[in-house]
């Protein structure tokens, strides 16, 4: 039975068109022996956002993971890392000369294929689009930061869907 209920199909849409972007993207960096999360690493560290911790708020991802993906753009020697001289939990990272160069060209290509992709709309459109989506990404940290409320909602469905 196919779902017709707006609201799911919307989240559908983002999901399905997030994966698409994403893997598009990692075949685009893959030349550069990274993925679209690594290049997203890249931007934020050169952006300001040095540290296994603000990367992982700024992506919303775990700090293990960060702690990977930053290893491998070190082993390809895109980044350096240096331990905090009070807190040795605390790892702040640079780009290094390759990094800052190998981020240029990317960004170049990135630009670009961007262009490409979102021409056939207009500039109205890509307004529109930019507002619901950057409203849909506040509401959804907002949602995403209170976990025990999540739980509770999720219990209280739960429960409704017991008693029917």
Do not use: C
């Amino acid at each position: 039975m196919k779902n017709t209920n707006p609201n799911i199909l919307i989240n559908d849409k983002l999901l399905v068109t997030a994966r698409v972007l994403e893997k598009a993207g990692n075949i685009l960096f893959s030349q550069f022996n990274m993925t679209t999360r690594a290049y997203e690493i890249l931007i934020h560290i050169h952006a300001g956002k040095n540290t296994t911790v603000k990367l992982a708020t700024m992506l919303q991802s775990s700090l293990a993971n960060i702690t990977h993906k930053t290893k491998l753009l070190e082993s390809h020697g895109y980044l350096k890392r240096m331990a905090s001289d009070t807190d040795k939990r605390i790892w702040y990272f640079s780009l290094t000369p390759q990094g800052e160069k190998v981020l240029e060209t990317i960004r170049f290509i990135y630009e670009k294929a961007t262009e490409k992709l979102y021409s056939q709309f207009s500039k109205q459109q890509k307004k529109q689009f930019l507002q619901f989506l950057s409203a849909v990404e506040e509401h959804l940290k907002g949602i995403s930061e209170n976990k025990k409320q999540i739980k509770q909602f999720v219990e209280s469905l739960v429960k409704v869907k017991k008693n029917n």
